[in-house]
């Protein structure tokens, strides 16, 4: 029986396990949902030990800049098949062009991001970025309920988006077929505004979407102004021909209505 051994049972990787899990894989996972500690040594390497995958969804540390799995277990993963969850955001600014796989990174503002990325690489990792991620409990509906969602007017900015379940599917295709190293960008078809989105949204609710504002009287927080100063549409291409895999909510439209 395949095992999974997963860094991290956040929000993606969760759903990750259930696929795997309905296929009769045995799964086990470190973070606050699985059953092992991540400082727990003995435990993690023990069960590394009889892992055939590995897949670490855990981020670089926000003070020291350094990825906590590849510094506390990066020796331990022996012949395991190893992935990472990472971001889109490695890419950078590319003032509203397509970027793909082959796409230079490093020079956006998640550097620590950017060097985790390589260094899976470097390992021979099959990675994963991904653009905003959303869901349910995680979608523009629940900002919309606690009156935070903004429109803001900055004409020409996009950003790509990827329903959780298709992270889920695409990251399954990479195990089951036993995927080449290398990096796949899991993103849906229409790179869209945030506004866009947003109006849809109030579409289906049948309420007025919030008033246009400027990006600076939005009283952002520093992350999300962060969000608005890289403007790029990530292809989703070679995810599709090399992992057969196809988003099931190819838009943020069947996303948003399956929400519903």
């Not at 956040?10 to 799964?27: C, H, N, P």
């Amino acid at each position: 029986m395949p095992k999974l051994f997963i860094f991290g049972l956040g929000y993606s990787a969760r759903r990750i396990a259930e696929r795997v899990q309905s296929l009769g894989w045995e799964v086990v996972a470190t973070g606050s949902e699985g059953k092992l500690s991540f400082a727990d040594r003995d435990a993690v390497l023990t069960e590394l030990a009889s892992a055939s995958h590995v897949l670490s969804s855990v981020p670089p540390d926000r003070e020291s800049g350094l990825d906590p799995v590849l510094t506390t277990y990066g020796r331990d993963f022996g012949r395991a098949w190893y992935g990472y969850l990472s971001s889109t955001g490695v890419y950078g600014d590319a003032d509203g062009a397509w970027v793909d796989e082959s796409s230079p990174t490093g020079t956006g503002r998640r550097s620590a991001r950017s060097d985790a990325d390589a260094r899976w690489l470097e390992l021979g990792a099959r990675v994963f970025r991904l653009p905003g991620i959303y869901g349910p409990g995680r979608s523009i509906f629940d900002r919309i309920t606690e009156g935070k969602a903004k429109r803001i007017d900055l004409p020409g900015h996009v950003f790509s988006r990827v329903h959780v379940e298709d992270i889920a599917g695409g990251v399954v295709a990479a195990l089951a077929g036993d995927a080449l190293a290398g990096a796949y960008n899991l993103g849906d078809d229409l790179p869209a505004s945030q506004n866009a989105l947003v109006e849809e949204a109030c579409a289906l609710l049948g309420i007025e979407p919030p008033p246009l504002v400027s990006l600076e009287d939005a009283d952002l927080s520093p992350m999300a102004r962060g969000f608005y100063a890289e403007n790029r549409r990530v292809a989703n291409l070679k995810a599709k021909r090399v992992l057969g895999w196809q988003p099931q909510f190819p838009t943020y439209r069947e996303g948003l209505r399956s929400l519903l």
